[in-house]
């Protein structure tokens, strides 16, 4: 029988740390949190000195928490010795916390510790209970200020949100600062206006080739914004904000004798990066796999529990995945070196490791995210791992690995031009030297300076030498608006305003998306009307300056002071709750009275005719509701639209003009509303008459149905073109009673044995498309690539599927698992993979 007892959070953790402890040791698992505060009630008291009140999780359809709290307990009698093995971190100390609390005897008294690693290798358990420590405090302190921070923020204003605008919704102290942030960026987005300008570029040629582009670089002393100049001081260019004027250079310029002045040529050196943090991991496979944050985190908890590695048994791979420090032990240090030496030779080994500054507040206790083993390859790996986990996992053994290799070196040239009384510049680099760039390159989220100059080569010239001009032109820009956040960039935001930790940031996406507050179009977020909604009502409701992004830094210090052991938590708190019980009364007024108020106005209502509708807020904005008949309409700014009737303006506006469109279908007005996914217009009839038809964000209203010279094969009655969220397609006139669908051929039979159906265009609920058998639900075949009515030249199946990529262009490849014929030559030669079926599932998610 085991004397010791060890509890880690998960059934993975539990089986890689077995393997390394013996016979003496039972490691069980507690799945996570087994205590928290109530779901029904605030559960903290405000008058206690903020005094929580815990209860074990109540039991759910995936997880019997009441079971595994008994078998624990059941565990911890017999044992001798318990030792609590959560995360290193404030989670896993307040989840020992709650162990210790609930499933530790009081008699007989049993000894407790505390052990952390932040690898699970056989070292570094070893090594952990070899030093076990007692349980801190301080730690559990910071996790439960955020805890109670977190309820006393949802539990009071939520309620309040749910009640003003309707539905299911909720605020957070972090979670509202990053809807705003994006409701923010996409009102400047609205209110921007572009603006032209020029700028200039001479086509030379020198006496070798190639020829090169040179920019306008100085008008006489002219370097600097002046009349009609400004300077582009990243690119190093003149930019001209009147076309006339450039004309006028242009034309100048043309006159003169282009001769080299300078040529000044240097050493450039690249540095490697760090390793990985948790929010540059993040930011990372956002930009390099497309993944959102919670993909990431899931993916990389399973590369630290531990992965079958066949006779080595359950592995873990990399060090723990929530850290803010880019430390790394010296006994990693001499593995890594050790093997760039071995691996890629003395020249691109440094002198002495690399240490990396961490930020003034990151956790030194931890490491960076790093390979337990740098000898474990992806590529030894690759027969172990899933796709997603050998993808990650090569992209943190890679920059691992560069972080301790020598820079790159480039020879940067940069030659400057005589003509007249221009000056124009030309610059370029030429890499002599990859170094750690031999292995891994960082991704950027726009590109840099340094990545066009990569991208431009130079000839070889000399001081005094002529230069042929081929051709100089004025070339036309505009102004961009701010970027849209992509996940990337708002974490970058996130991390770089001191708002939240990384470890939170993957349910704050989550939560922002689940509740519709945004949605992501093109990977970009754009709030959704709810979100505008939302955000404008606890702002201009009295939190202005608590969900503020300098207000919840500030927060987030004293948070991370209280984990240091400088500040009571109930201290911290109180400073909150002070501030926050003043604009929890602002907020509560301010909600009763706008959900009360009926603003009357002069409008007339389009399905009776009863004039003084009220001005109302809900769901999706202010809107316009009939007191007579209770007919809604939106209540926005006017603006125009194809047919002249309604629609919205470019900053998102929409309203009615004096002559509404006429409904196809029943002959009544069509009036503007708002939904889940903007401004829309629809019939006045409605419920009778459920017609509607999409505005797009220009403010441009989709057309009425175009009739063709078709009939329906379900009722007989016309076809018409309709204009929907995901594009045009083709239906029955009388939708909704018939719902018929042409669906666009291929031209391609299903080859399911049994049916003889096409197959045919689809979209899926995000818009992707993909071809699937048009007799679904009876035939789930479907495929990403496209059918083409070709026979394949090895296995004579009756068709092929057509894929375009960027590296490879378009090329065709056989729909048989088994038969590998790709018409990509290059193709031929690699290990043969299956082609993309899709399941049905994956392609409603898509």
């Not at 109670?148 to 539990?155: A, I, N, P, Q, S």
């Not at 390859?377 to 090569?394: G, I, K, V």
């Not at 510049?425 to 292995?439: E, H, I, M, P, W």
């Not at 009722?715 to 929907?724: H, I, K, P, T």
């Amino acid at each position: 029988m085991a004397k010791n007892l060890v509890i880690v959070e998960s059934p993975a953790k539990a089986k890689t740390i077995n393997k390394y402890l013996g016979k003496d040791y039972l490691v069980k698992a507690s799945i996570g949190h087994i205590k928290d505060l109530p779901a029904k009630g605030l559960g903290v008291d405000v008058d206690d000195d903020f005094k929580p009140t815990y209860e074990v999780i109540p039991d759910t359809r995936k997880r019997n928490n009441k079971r595994i709290v008994a078998e624990l307990k059941a565990a911890a009698k017999i044992a001798d010795t318990i030792y609590f093995a959560a995360d290193p971190d404030r989670e896993g100390e307040a989840i020992c916390q709650h162990l210790a609390e609930e499933i530790v005897p009081k008699r007989p008294a049993k000894a407790t510790f505390r052990v952390m690693f932040n690898e699970i290798t056989k070292r570094a358990v070893n090594e952990a209970f070899e030093h076990p420590k007692q349980i801190d405090q301080n730690l559990v302190d910071s996790q439960q200020a955020r805890r109670v921070l977190d309820r006393l923020v949802g539990y009071k204003v939520s309620p309040l949100l749910c009640r003003t605008v309707g539905g299911k919704l909720s605020a957070g102290r972090v979670q509202s600062v990053a809807l705003r942030m994006v409701v923010e960026r996409e009102r400047e987005i609205e209110r921007f206006v572009k603006t032209e300008y020029w700028s200039i570029a001479a086509r030379l040629a020198a006496h070798l080739p190639p020829t090169f582009d040179a920019r306008l670089f100085k008008v006489g002393e002219q370097t600097v914004k002046t009349g009609g100049f400004d300077q582009d001081v990243k690119r190093g260019e003149i930019l001209i904000n009147d076309e006339n004027l450039a004309t006028q250079l242009v034309t100048e310029a043309n006159q003169q004798t282009f001769v080299v002045n300078e040529v000044t040529r240097k050493e450039r050196k690249r540095n490697p990066v760090p390793p990985f943090i948790t929010s540059k991991l993040q930011q990372e496979a956002a930009r390099k796999l497309g993944w959102a944050v919670k993909r990431t985190m899931m993916v990389a908890q399973k590369l630290y529990e531990g992965i079958e590695l066949g006779a080595e048994g359950s592995v873990g791979l990399i060090t723990y995945m929530r850290t803010d420090s880019t430390r790394v032990s010296d006994a990693a240090l001499a593995e890594v070196r050790e093997f760039v030496s071995k691996q890629y030779g003395a020249a691109y080994l440094p002198e002495k490791a690399i240490h990396y500054r961490s930020k003034k507040d990151a956790q030194d206790a931890h490491e960076a995210i790093r390979p337990t083993d740098v000898a474990r390859t992806p590529e030894s790996l690759a027969s172990y791992l899933n796709n997603d986990e050998l993808r990650l996992y090569r992209l943190i053994w890679q920059r691992s690995v560069a972080s301790q290799m020598t820079p790159a070196l480039f020879d940067q040239t940069t030659i400057d031009i005589g003509a007249g009384r221009f000056i124009f510049r030309a610059t370029g680099s030429v890499q002599k030297f990859d170094g750690f760039l031999k292995l891994y390159q960082e991704g950027r989220d726009e590109k840099s300076e340094e990545d066009e100059e990569a991208e431009r080569t130079l000839p070889p010239v000399e001081k005094g030498e002529t230069l042929a001009l081929n051709q100089i032109t004025p070339e036309q820009h505009f102004t961009d608006p701010p970027p849209r956040f992509t996940e990337a960039t708002l974490v970058k935001a996130l991390e770089e305003k001191g708002i939240g930790r990384p470890s939170t940031y993957a349910a704050i996406m989550t939560t922002i998306l689940a509740r519709e507050y945004v949605e992501k179009l093109e990977g970009r977020f754009h709030p959704t009307e709810l979100g505008k909604t939302v955000n404008d009502l606890l702002i201009e409701g009295g939190f202005a300056d608590l969900f503020n992004e300098t207000y919840t830094a500030r927060m987030e210090e004293e948070l991370d002071s209280v984990e240091e052991g400088k500040l009571k938590w109930t201290d911290a708190l109180h400073e909150f709750y002070d501030k926050f019980s003043l604009d929890l009364i602002a907020f509560t007024e301010y909600t009763k009275r706008i959900k009360d108020e009926e603003l009357p106005t002069e409008e007339v209502c389009l399905k009776c005719e009863t004039k003084g509708m009220v001005r109302k807020r809900g769901r999706f904005g202010k809107y316009l509701k009939c007191l007579n008949c209770g007919a809604t309409r939106d209540a926005q700014p006017k603006a125009e639209t194809n047919g002249g009737a309604a629609g919205t303006d470019a900053a998102g506006g929409a309203a009615e003009t004096a002559e509404p469109e006429i409904c196809e279908l029943c002959d009544k007005p069509m009036q503007l509303k708002r939904g889940r996914f903007g401004p829309f217009l629809g019939c006045t009839g409605y419920p009778e008459c459920r017609n509607i038809r999409k505005i797009a964000k220009s403010g441009v209203a989709a057309p009425a149905p175009v009739p063709l010279d078709e009939k329906c094969p379900v009722d007989g009655a016309q076809l018409v073109r309709r204009f929907g969220r995901f594009g045009e397609f083709v239906s029955c006139s009388n939708y909704p009673k018939c719902k018929y669908i042409k669906q666009e051929s291929t031209g391609v039979k299903c080859t399911r044995p049994g049916c003889e159906g096409d197959l045919v265009v689809k979209k899926s609920k995000r818009g992707k498309v993909f071809y699937g058998c048009e007799k679904y639900p009876d035939c789930d075949r479907v495929y990403w690539d496209k059918p083409v009515l070709e026979e394949c030249p090895k296995c004579h199946a009756p068709f092929l599927l057509e894929k375009t990529t960027k590296k490879q262009g378009t090329f065709r490849h056989c729909a048989v698992e088994d038969c590998g014929y790709s018409s990509n030559a290059a193709d031929d030669e690699k290990p043969k993979t299956k082609p993309k079926v899709a399941s049905t599932k994956k392609a409603k998610r898509a």
